[in-house]
Structure formats: C-alpha cells, structure tokens
C-alpha cells in the first residue's frame, strides 16, 4: 500500500467516487479550512459521504461563539447532496459528543452512529470510527484533553501569521503543528499506540481495516496485517480517503492544490449554494423537506453500510442503508 497519494483535481469534471471519508472540520473554530471543503465537495460526486467525527466542535462553542456564514453554507451543500444520490454517514466524536444522543436515528438521507462497518466494493470491511475510542486522555482527563486543545489552537495562531509571511515569500503551506507531533517522542509513542489500538479494534470486528480521523495526521499503513487509514483534517491538512469502484482506497491532499487557484475561488458559491437551505435542490418534488426521524434497530448490531451493492441484505448482518 502506498503511504500517500496525491491526485490532480484540477480538472473540469467531478470526480466520480463510491466513498468519500472526512474528519475533524471543527465547525466552531476560526481555523477550520471551510472554503478548502466546499471546494472539495463541489468536485466530488459519491454514493456514500462519511463524516468521520468532530464536524462540529461543541468545546469551543460553548467557550467562546463563533460561526461564520460559510459554514452555513457547507452544511446546507451536505444536505444538497443527501437529497440527491448521496448516503451521508455522520459519525460522532470527542468534541461533537452533544450528537451522541442522536445515535442510530435518520433525518432523511443522513444516518447518526458512533461507528459503522463499512464493505469497500471489493468486499473488504472497515471499521469507521472517529478515534477517540483509542485516546486514553479522552477517558481519564478530560480537562486535561481540554487544555489540550487550547494549546492546540495558539500553535495554529502562531501558524497562520507565519504561513502568511511563506506565501509572501513565495513558499507553500507549512505545519508547526504536525512539526512538532514529529518531533517530539511522546507524542509519536501516543500516535504509534493510538494506531495500533486501533488496528486492533478493527481486528476483533473482524475488518480488514479501521477508518479514522482525531489526532490530525492523515496516513495509511499495514499493522499487523490490519489496513490503518486516517483521514486527516479539515484544520491544516486538508485531507480525504476516496474509494473507487474497485474499492481502492486512495488519500488525497487537497491543501495548497493549484484548484483553488483556478477560475473559480475557493469562496464562489456553486449553482445551489446561493439559497439558503430551501429544501427544493434537486431531491424531493415540491420542496418537501426530510423531517421525518427514524430510530435504527436497536438489537441489530453495529451499523452496516455498502454491503446492498455487493449481495442482497442478510437479516442477521446489522442495520444497512
């Protein structure tokens, strides 16, 4: 497996996938890389969006309000595209856990789960988790994970106003943050062990892979046989997992990419983005909206996603859509 891979996006069609996987928008934080996304998802066209958890950060929310219009806007352009042909998968996370309630219900096309088994198309299963499962801060300190992501947010400060003065200069995009997770030995110990407790995760499901995002640092590698993909960041990296109709998984890395310099900015709405969330984009005749709440089989299992396109639905497999 390649570590990384790099796709030319800027291209006039859209790139037609079957799975699109994203992590760790952090709606709510002045460093979330919204116009980068809205980019992104205007080129992409799939069968199945995965939120990989932390969309939105309801820990800087409730310190301090902030949100921009922007992020109204994504928002309403995932829900164009769960209206049309696209399955929207949101799993929960750390800083978006105030969703947790919501778990195994639908609002239209968008399905809530703390984590899912996904079938690539061929055949192979993941374990779609967002990570924080296999972070031990998360379950022993809490206010220290908190005072945590404080420092997090000065180090992207300090970043922004040094990246400024790059690109003055004529360089790329440059991370202190991902600088100094490599740097420094604990917390490459933690990454390495945050890995492995995945894969391991992902072994007693028996996947043949786990799906991931929290700790910012997008990669993909065997461990003991078990596929560890990260789908990054919407912060710094810019990151997705794509998988094609073959069901190879690829990681694109859209930040700095020479379309957002093309004719169309970053910013510039598409053909639907200018209304605001009227429910009449391309899905239900008569504007009809999806209000309807569906609670999922409680004693079903874990959530099953991808396998209708490979066989017909098995009573005992777990909840599918």
């Not at 198309?121 to 005072?147: C, M, P, R, S, W």
């Not at 490459?188 to 892979?209: C, H, N, P, W």
């Not at 991931?212 to 710094?236: F, P, S």
Request: net charge neutral; proline share 1%; aromatic share 10%.
């Amino acid at each position: 497996m390649d570590a990384q891979t790099y796709l030319d996006l800027n291209v006039d069609e859209p790139l037609v996938c079957r799975s699109v996987w994203i992590s760790d928008v952090h709606l709510g934080t002045k460093h979330s890389q919204v116009p980068e996304l809205l980019e992104f998802l205007r080129m992409v066209e799939c069968k199945y969006l995965y939120i990989v958890g932390d969309f939105i950060d309801g820990w800087e929310l409730k310190f301090r309000w902030y949100w921009r219009d922007d992020y109204n806007v994504l928002i309403q352009k995932i829900l164009r595209k769960s209206r049309k042909q696209t399955k929207v998968i949101y799993i929960t996370g750390n800083h978006d856990e105030f969703i947790d309630q919501f778990e195994g219900m639908r609002f239209g096309s968008v399905v809530m789960a703390h984590q899912v088994i996904h079938t690539a198309a061929d055949g192979k299963k993941y374990l779609v988790i967002h990570g924080h499962q296999a972070d031990g801060l998360t379950h022993f300190n809490h206010l220290l994970e908190k005072l945590g992501s404080h420092l997090y947010n000065w180090i992207l400060d300090i970043n922004l106003y040094f990246n400024r003065l790059r690109r003055a200069l004529g360089f790329g995009y440059w991370s202190l943050a991902a600088y100094l997770k490599s740097k420094a030995k604990s917390a490459v110990k933690f990454i390495t062990e945050y890995e492995d407790t995945l894969a391991s995760m992902a072994r007693k499901q028996s996947a043949d892979g786990v799906i991931c995002g929290h700790i910012h640092r997008a990669e993909t590698k065997m461990i003991d046989g078990v596929e560890y993909l990260n789908c990054g960041d919407w912060v710094e990296s810019c990151t997705a997992l794509i998988e094609d109709f073959d069901g190879k998984i690829k990681l694109i890395h859209f930040h700095e990419n020479d379309v957002l310099r093309a004719r169309r900015g970053s910013g510039s709405p598409d053909s639907g983005d200018s209304r605001q969330g009227n429910g009449r984009g391309g899905g239900t005749s008569g504007g009809r909206r999806h209000t309807r709440r569906e609670r999922a089989e409680a004693d079903a299992g874990i959530l099953r996603i991808g396998d209708e396109d490979l066989r017909p639905a098995i009573a005992d497999a777990g909840v599918q859509i």
